[in-house]
């Protein structure tokens, strides 16, 4: 079981916005502003696209942003695009137990 | 460039031992935390381990405290994880990683897989 509680998948049409969320604890996502998201295509390693919540990474696309209210960690992806079909985890700083924690992925479909 | 390249994976039998290496190059190696994070097949990520620039800190899950050993050699530039009395649920993709900004994982290496199986 993971750590961050993400939904298993989420879908759209081409163009489209979709949002991603991440839930953990006060000890984790709620404690810290440590929050990245990665990107992971099929046989290929994970790339991150968002670290410190809302921050892009040089290269990463406009159209993916980051937020986060209380303990739960949200991506949004603007203008969905076939390349965007992907899995996403979230992942956190956590002062407690382990301390780095992923999320189980999500699953991103361009409809 | 920046870079990582992962190798040792292999096929091991469950009680045996893998040393797994990882080559950095083109950034400041001993300026960084490296990180070892593993992919069960067709499964989500998960930390392994962690190691301070110098050396001096080292983090472990749980699920592999005892067994396995994360160290660094910052004059070849190379990370490494040696692991003992492999389990089946070790298998995975094993991927080496750099700790960026916000305690974000901003490079990572190709992988390197690993079995373990009688």
């Known amino acids: 079981q993971s750590a961050l509680t993400q939904p298993a998948s989420v879908s759209g049409s081409p163009g489209q916005s979709i949002t991603i969320s991440c839930t953990g604890t006060?000890?984790?996502?709620?404690?810290?502003?440590?929050v990245s998201w990665y990107q992971q295509h099929p046989g290929k390693a994970p790339k991150v696209i968002i670290y410190?919540?809302?921050n892009r990474p040089s290269g990463v696309s406009n159209r993916f942003s980051g937020s986060k209210s209380g303990s739960t960690a949200s991506l949004t992806i603007s203008g969905l695009q076939a390349e965007d079909e992907a899995d996403y985890y979230c992942?956190?700083?956590?002062?407690?137990?382990?301390?780095?924690?992923f999320g189980a992925g999500t699953k991103v479909t361009v409809l | 460039e920046v870079q990582l390249v992962e190798s040792g994976g292999g096929l091991e039998q469950p009680g045996g031992s893998l040393r797994l290496s990882c080559a950095a190059s083109?950034?400041?190696?001993?300026?960084?935390?490296m990180r070892w994070v593993r992919q069960a097949p067709g499964k989500g990520l998960e930390w392994v381990a962690s190691?301070?620039?110098?050396?001096?800190?080292?983090y472990y899950v749980d699920s592999v405290k005892g067994r396995f050993t994360i160290s660094r050699d910052n004059a070849k530039n190379s990370l490494f994880l040696q692991m003992n009395s492999l389990r089946a649920d070790d298998t995975a993709v094993y991927y080496c990683?750099?700790?960026?900004?916000?305690?974000?994982?901003?490079?990572w290496g190709q992988g390197t897989l690993v079995i373990v199986s009688s």
């Open positions: 990683a750099r700790g960026g900004p916000g305690r974000s994982l901003d490079i």
């Open positions: 006060s000890s984790d996502v709620g404690g810290y502003d440590y």
């Open positions: 190691i301070k620039g110098d050396g001096n800190e080292k």
């Open positions: 992942g956190s700083y956590a002062s407690s137990g382990t301390p780095y924690v």
């Open positions: 410190e919540v809302i």
């Open positions: 083109g950034f400041t190696f001993n300026t960084y935390w």
